[in-house]
C-alpha cells in the first residue's frame, strides 16, 4: 500500500478549477478559505508541428503584476501533486533551473 505524502510548501501541484481551466503552480498554503500558489500557469492546447495537439504553459493572469494569487476553495474542484514530468517543465519555465533528467 502506497501512503501519500500531504502536499507541503513549494510543492508543485495541478489545480482544477470548476470552470474547467486546469493550473500548475508552486503551493504555499491554505489559509482563510483560499490556496495560496505562486507563479500559477494554465495548460492551454495548441497545434503541433505534426499536425497534432499539444500543451503550453501560459500565465493564469496574463496583465497582473503580481505572481502570487489566493484561489478560493469553494472554486477547486481538485488540488493534487503534479506528475514528475509536468513538475519538472513547469519548473523550467517559471526559474531558470534546467534540471537534470
Request: proline letters at 4%; aromatic letters at 6%.
Given at each position: ?78 488540488l493534487c501533486p503534479s506528475s ?12 531558470s533551473i534546467q534540471l537534470a533528467?
Open positions: 500500500m502506497l501512503i501519500d505524502k500531504p502536499i507541503a510548501k513549494n510543492d508543485v501541484v495541478t489545480i482544477k478549477l470548476l470552470s474547467g481551466e486546469e493550473l500548475i503552480a508552486t503551493y504555499v498554503n491554505e489559509e482563510n478559505g483560499k490556496y495560496n500558489v505562486d507563479k500559477p500557469v494554465q495548460l492551454v492546447s495548441v497545434p503541433g508541428d505534426n499536425g497534432q495537439m499539444g500543451v503550453q504553459f501560459h500565465p493564469y493572469l496574463v496583465t497582473s503584476a503580481s505572481t502570487s494569487f489566493g484561489i478560493n476553495t469553494a472554486l477547486v474542484v481538485t514528475d514530468q509536468v513538475a519538472k517543465m513547469y519548473l523550467e519555465q517559471t526559474t533528467t
